[in-house]
């Protein structure tokens, strides 16, 4: 199956950061679009040079970026390695100096950017954007009940194929959203009837799509999850809360801390299909600050309505709990979070 079609907005943006770079002095060549590469997909191959000075990238066009989906950015350009380069409408003097420290190079379309080859370093940040960047437009796939029936097809990739009622069920969406999902994911090339196997349904590029996924939900699903932020008196001894006598299980830190035994948590994920009232009171939730609450925790609500890794039942599925470290920002959970891609989630992907 080819990659999912680029926007002709992306290809826009592309176009514009190309010619940003040559406002600079650098010469530019677009070589291919949808590259097949050993080290994953990207969206073009580029050529970027000075005189007779030239690298050739991996270019991955990406809108909109903020605080929420760097993290989802950093492991794809890391993924890619040193030809990776981010190409998108404008980067904050922040997220320029935050790139440059990771060695990513960038390009966009107000003339910022991070070059750093042989013979070639470029580095500017501080150049303002000249129209306001814009949210990504996307998919119904991509919308928030789309992610809800997306995120089941992730943990689960066989149930493409299960009834679509049964689907909806499993990702706690009304039954015709089911209907509209599945044929956006064939119109993208994510999914496909096998030859000669009609109504027998295969997912492709879920790596891709586990992408795409991951920033949509960090933009779109994430902030509508929350059903509070409260303050505890402390973090310490959380594993050994009765979660489960109050139906809610450990997601985003605390999860990652009992995946990997790698991150100590620097504040509490819950997921439940409500506040749980009794361990509140029992914890000692409060809404507001005070001397003696010095910890957080989150309480999100559980969107989807099927069994994670029967090894962690306290635990998020790994994909959510990949998906809720990246979208902290935070260096601690991003590594975590590769870890867990790596020990858990390539797992399911293989599945597909």
């Given amino acids: 199956m080819d990659k999912t079609p680029r926007s002709a907005k992306e290809y826009q943006i592309l176009a514009a950061a ?197 920033t949509a939900y960090a933009r779109v699903l994430r902030p509508r999850l929350l059903i509070g932020r409260y303050f505890i008196p402390t973090i310490e001894g959380w594993k050994d809360w009765p979660i489960a006598e109050y139906d809610a299980i450990w997601g985003g830190e605390p999860a990652g801390a009992l995946l990997t035994n790698y991150l100590r948590p620097g504040e509490l994920t819950l997921y439940a299909e409500k506040l749980p009232g009794a361990l509140a009171g029992r914890q000692r939730f409060a809404r507001d600050p005070a001397p003696a609450h010095t910890a957080v925790v989150e309480v999100r609500k559980r969107f989807w309505h099927f069994p994670g890794d029967s090894a962690h039942p306290t635990i998020t599925p790994p994909i959510l709990v990949y998906a809720d470290l990246l979208a902290t920002g935070d260096a601690r959970c991003i590594e975590t979070a590769k870890m867990i891609y790596d020990t858990h989630v390539t797992r399911l992907l293989k599945q597909g």
């Fill in 18 to 214: 190309l010619a940003a770079a040559e406002a600079l002095g650098l010469t530019s060549e677009l070589i291919e679009r949808e590259p097949k590469l050993a080290n994953g997909h990207a969206d073009t191959l580029v050529r970027i040079g000075r005189g007779d000075q030239n690298a050739l990238y991996a270019a991955e066009v990406m809108r909109a970026q903020g605080p929420a989906t760097f993290g989802a950015v950093l492991v794809r350009m890391e993924r890619l390695g040193p030809q990776a380069l981010l190409v998108t409408d404008h980067v904050t003097p922040a997220l320029a100096e935050e790139l440059k420290a990771r060695r990513i190079s960038f390009l966009d379309t107000a003339g910022n950017a991070y070059l750093d080859q042989p013979n070639l370093y470029i580095w500017v940040k501080g150049q303002k954007a000249a129209t306001r960047p814009t949210t990504p437009e996307i998919g119904r796939a991509f919308q928030p009940t789309g992610l809800q029936v997306l995120f089941a097809l992730l943990c689960e990739p066989h149930a493409i194929n299960r009834p679509y009622r049964a689907l909806a069920a499993m990702a706690g969406v009304a039954h015709g959203t089911v209907g509209w999902v599945i044929p956006d994911l064939q119109r993208l090339g994510f999914a496909a009837d096998l030859k000669g196997k009609r109504g027998t349904r295969r997912l492709f590029n879920l790596e891709q799509l586990l992408d795409q996924w991951v």
